[in-house]
Nanobody, 125 residues
Framework: QVQLVESGGGLVQAGGSLRLSCAAS????????LGWFRQAPGKEREFVAVIGWSGSSTYYADSVKGRFTISRDNAKNTVYLQMNSLKPEDTAFYYC??????????????????WGQGPQVTVSS
């Protein structure tokens, strides 16, 4: 099993920045893809970003491209999501997710076996 614990959510004004962190423990492996998804109230969960095991391959949703940056530190088993130029429509619960033993960068939530608890990010206008 893999446990994912996120931190860094909170309230920020539009145009501001936040950084989310997700620490993995348990049966972790560096050959994993780590992703971020989000879900706003009344909406379906949507893909935000994913990073490959080496950290050199990333893929972003169009809605966050150029504003959000995903990165990882395999020595710390941690993935980060730096969110800049935040907009009110970025308000959601943000979930870290992990796929083990794969190099594929998938935007499909069903491809991820492990999930974090989902800290809330609120962007005020």
């Amino acid at each position: 099993q893999v446990q994912l614990v996120e931190s860094g959510g909170g309230l920020v004004q539009a145009g501001g920045s936040l950084r989310l962190s997700c620490a993995a423990s348990g049966r972790t492996h560096s050959s994993s893809a780590l992703g971020w998804f989000r879900q706003a109230p009344g909406k379906e969960r949507e893909f935000v970003a994913v990073i490959g095991w080496s950290g050199s391959s990333t893929y972003y949703a169009d809605s966050v491209k150029g504003r959000f940056t995903i990165s990882r530190d395999n020595a710390k088993n941690t993935v980060y999501l730096q969110m800049n130029s935040l907009k009110p429509e970025d308000t959601a619960f943000y979930y870290c997710a992990a796929r083990l033993f794969t190099t594929a960068l998938s935007p499909r939530s069903g491809d991820y076996a492990y999930w974090g608890q989902g800290p809330q990010v609120t962007v005020s206008s």
